[in-house]
């Protein structure tokens, strides 16, 4: 019964609740960064929730069910944005690439299409540690 373990998920939980979410109105930009929400307690204490960026996904295979709507959104620019194989693999610097080569709402479809999300990360910092610190 670790106290830890129990106040992650209820932190997780109120953080997203009260975080504001990403941008959705500058795609681009929000996704690359991630977000964080913080909370202090009254004695100095403070938890902080940090929402990665969603990654990249490393390739999309030809029978994943993504595959065909990616090669609609992408178009033209589809060698300039994927290495091709037997799947397609991302560039380096995809959501830039994706966001001069494409039209705003496209880009930002097909960056959608090729990410996945990833999991919260909680850390604790309490007054005791700060206080060690100074």
Known sequence: ??????????????????ARPFDRGSPISAWRRGSRWTASGTDGCIARVNFPAPALLSHIATEDETFDKVLALAGE???EL???????????DFRDKAAD??????????????QVECSPRVSFE???????ER
């Open 77 to 79: 620019s589809l060698d």
């Open 101 to 114: 080569a494409l039209p705003r709402r496209t880009a930002a479809q097909l960056i959608e299409l090729c």
């Open 1 to 18: 019964n670790d106290p830890l373990a129990v106040a992650t998920p209820l932190l997780v939980a109120l953080a997203r609740l009260l």
């Open 82 to 92: 994927f290495e091709s194989r037997h799947y397609l693999k991302p560039i380096a």
């Open 126 to 132: 309490t007054a005791e540690t700060k206080t060690k």
